[in-house]
T-cell receptor
Framework: QQPVQSPQAVILREGEDAVINCSSS?????VHWYRQKHGEAPVFLMILLKGGEQKGHEKISASFNEKKQQSSLYLTASQLSYSGTYFC?????????????FGEGTQLTVNP | NAGVMQNPRHLVRRRGQEARLRCSPM?????VYWYRQLPEEGLKFMVY????????ESGMPKERFSAEFPKEGPSILRIQQVVRGDSAAYFC???????????FGSGTRLTVV
């Protein structure tokens, strides 16, 4: 089942904050977050595992609420370089090579 | 570490021809995945392979598409008798397995004319 991302698009001014959500109707083992710039490959940001946790990566952090099967990506004090499409990807199983199912993406635009 | 290598970057095929897309995973990564992406859309899973084995091909169209990851050499995604609807970006990703993330290649942009 494909996870649902919201919002579909967000426009910020440099320095503003944003939250991107990713929800699933199935019990998840892991949630991945990737950023893709136009014409480029997706780049891995972070992974969160079931059990509920929060991770940070510079000014980008994420949380995973196992009870709600929802993950949120937090971008604080946004920079122009944060522009791109953010995808969450989910796995349902703990097996080593479980495939990722991606959401439709959230397009983030940061303006000066 | 050279990362995930995909070639060619761009491929133009006439309708009815065959397309072969190649992917060499990162060193130490035994899991290889192929995804298709249409313009302005998300990443759609196609197939998951390990050396000499197709583990999950639930996203592969039943006809014209095949994938392999031989003991020696890169993984190959093969599309026979291409049609205009096959035009897309095809990304390969590799991983050492959970709980690690995927590393994506630069993709192959297939255009069918």
């Amino acid at each position: 089942q494909q996870p649902v991302q919201s919002p579909q698009a967000v426009i910020l001014r440099e320095g503003e904050d944003a939250v991107i959500n990713c929800s699933s109707s199935k019990a998840l083992y892991s949630v991945h977050w990737y950023r893709q710039k136009h014409g480029e490959a997706p780049v891995f940001l972070m992974i969160l595992l079931k059990g509920g946790e929060q991770k940070g990566h510079e000014k980008i952090s994420a949380s995973f609420n196992e009870k709600k099967q929802q993950s949120s990506l937090y971008l604080t004090a946004s920079q122009l370089s944060y522009s791109g499409t953010y995808f969450c990807g989910t796995t349902l199983q703990e097996t080593s090579g479980s495939r990722l199912t991606f959401g439709e993406g959230t397009q983030l635009t940061v303006n000066p | 570490n050279a990362g995930v290598m995909q070639n060619p970057r761009h491929l133009v095929r006439r309708r009815g021809q065959e397309a072969r897309l190649r992917c060499s995973p990162m060193k130490g990564h035994s899991h290889v995945y192929w995804y298709r992406q249409l313009p302005e859309e998300g990443l759609k899973f196609m197939v998951y392979l390990q050396k000499e084995n197709i583990i999950d091909e639930s996203g592969m169209p039943k006809e014209r598409f095949s994938a392999e990851f031989p003991k020696e050499g890169p993984s190959i995604l093969r599309i026979q008798q291409v049609v205009r609807g096959d035009s897309a970006a095809y990304f390969c990703a590799s991983s050492p397995g959970q709980p690690y993330g995927y590393t994506f290649g630069s993709g192959t942009r297939l255009t069918v004319v």
